[in-house]
């Protein structure tokens, strides 16, 4: 029986696999995005703007920052977005419960365990809300609150990725910015050239 290994070997590997598998699976967290009003993007967006309003006042100054921070890094700095007024993104944190500090599975602390909701309008540059979500996420068994505001925050990026600057056909940087697609379609009352 060479290369079979001892049943008690098997069953403690087989055992030790399970128990890693469920204790990273307790610490992804999960999330979910609702879609409050669909998006009626038509071309893309280049540039972006976002805004908090309406947030509770219980938020930590500390959440609020990280949240903008997470939002604006995944918007402008990873992705496609330039700072400007195309897109206007109006944010709220509607939801947030800290809950008691915990001990992780190696005996440290993991503070700030929780959830977080925040709702996110999203308007063209003529001020027409065009589509808003509500993104909530919840840190998971031994995740902590940090994380759960980051991907958060990163939803709200994701979608306004997806919905307003991955839309169209062909390539992205041959595709028409929203601006753009407006001025194709206005024509002049007189019938004359643009």
Known sequence: M????????RAGAAGLSIWVLL???????SGRVQTLRPSEGMG???????????????????????FRSALTRDLFDRGPFSQGAELRIVYAITGYHPAEEGTGPE???KAG????????????????????????????KWGT???????C?????????RQFWDV????VEDRPTKEETQKSRWKPADGGPQ
């Open 23 to 29: 204790s990273l699976c307790g610490c992804t967290g």
């Open 2 to 9: 060479r290369g079979h290994g001892t049943p008690g070997v």
């Open 153 to 161: 925050a990163r939803q709200v990026a994701y979608y306004a990725r």
């Open 168 to 171: 169209g056909e062909g390539p």
């Open 44 to 66: 893309r967006y280049s540039s972006a703007m976002v805004m908090e309003e309406g947030s509770l006042g219980s938020v930590p100054d500390r959440v609020r920052e990280d």
């Open 113 to 140: 365990t929780g959830s977080i909701t925040a709702e996110a309008r999203f308007f063209n540059f003529l001020e027409k809300e065009i589509g808003s979500i509500r993104v909530s996420w919840d840190t998971g």
């Open 145 to 151: 609150l940090d994380e759960a505001v980051e991907e």
């Open 107 to 109: 005996g440290n602390k």
